[in-house]
């Protein structure tokens, strides 16, 4: 899942910034408005997945989406994660197929097993 590197603390990007940081910064800033603590687990663990964190972060109902673009048309070729209740979750993978996981950290790594190969870790 992770290379052991924590994430970079919730800051605020100075200047033109990391957009896609930006993302994910305001995500968390959302969810921790409301009582959605799945959810932040879930993006949480999410940020701190070197190939999932260089993706643009978004929330399209309960799913959290991810995309190569920061500007519309999002992508629709990579997975979704959704919390389901009781430490269970659904990723939804590209060709529309869902598998359920058990805990936030196999749902990542389903997530992450589903990626398109040119979506590569960060160096």
């Known amino acids: 899942m992770s290379d052991g590197t924590p994430a970079e603390p919730w800051a605020p990007v100075d200047g033109l910034g990391d957009i896609v940081e930006e993302r994910w910064r305001r995500l968390h800033e959302r969810l921790g408005i409301r009582d959605a603590s799945l959810v932040r687990e879930l993006v949480e663990?999410?940020?701190?997945?070197?190939?999932?964190?260089?993706?643009?972060p978004g929330m399209s109902v309960c799913w959290l989406r991810f995309s190569r673009r920061t500007t519309p048309p999002i992508c629709g070729d990579l997975p979704l994660v959704r919390a389901?209740?009781?430490?269970?979750?659904?990723?939804?993978?590209?060709?529309?197929?869902?598998?359920?996981?058990?805990?936030?950290?196999?749902?990542?790594?389903?997530?992450?097993?589903?990626?398109?190969?040119?979506?590569?870790?960060?160096?």
Do not use: K
């Open 45 to 56: 663990a999410a940020r701190a997945e070197p190939r999932l964190r260089v993706l643009s």
């Open 84 to 123: 389901l209740g009781n430490g269970r979750y659904q990723v939804r993978t590209c060709d529309g197929r869902l598998q359920e996981a058990r805990g936030v950290a196999e749902a990542v790594a389903l997530v992450v097993a589903e990626l398109p190969a040119d979506v590569p870790a960060p160096l």
